[in-house]
């Protein structure tokens, strides 16, 4: 069975850090792009980070460049996501996603382009 398994969600204050982990089952997923996306209460789920198959290149929504980063280790098939400087508006569930196509160097924003998900995990911003 092909699973992404989040973790590292939690309650953390306003400017305080978190590291979220994507551990991936089933299958490779070492070449295949990664994103990571979030769904606050009331709201679209939205892009925030993903990664090639090599890790050479990376995206980023607006909201987070320059205090997110992402990251992969393929020996491990796994994607991370360091969150620093957080705030109150980054609460969300928060999910990895893996594409289907193998190799592609392009980074999608869409959750469309994404064929397998987690199940999320929670990240609490507190003021």
């Known amino acids: 069975q092909v699973q992404l398994v989040e973790s590292g969600g939690g309650l953390v204050q306003a400017g305080g850090s978190l590291r979220l982990s994507c551990v991936g089952t089933g299958r490779t997923f070492a070449d295949v792009a990664m994103g990571w996306f979030r769904q606050a209460p009331g709201k679209e789920r939205e892009f925030v980070a993903g990664v090639i198959w090599s890790g050479r290149d990376t995206d980023y929504a607006d909201s987070v460049k320059g205090r997110f980063t992402v990251s992969r280790d393929n020996d491990k098939n796994t994607v991370y996501l360091q969150m620093d400087s957080l705030k109150p508006e980054d609460t969300a569930v928060y999910y990895c996603?893996?594409?289907?196509?193998?190799?592609?160097?392009?980074?999608?924003?869409?959750?469309?382009?994404?064929?397998?998900w987690g199940q999320g995990t929670q990240v609490t911003v507190s003021s």
């Open positions: 996603a893996a594409r289907a196509t193998a190799y592609t160097t392009d980074i999608r924003t869409r959750t469309r382009d994404y064929r397998f």
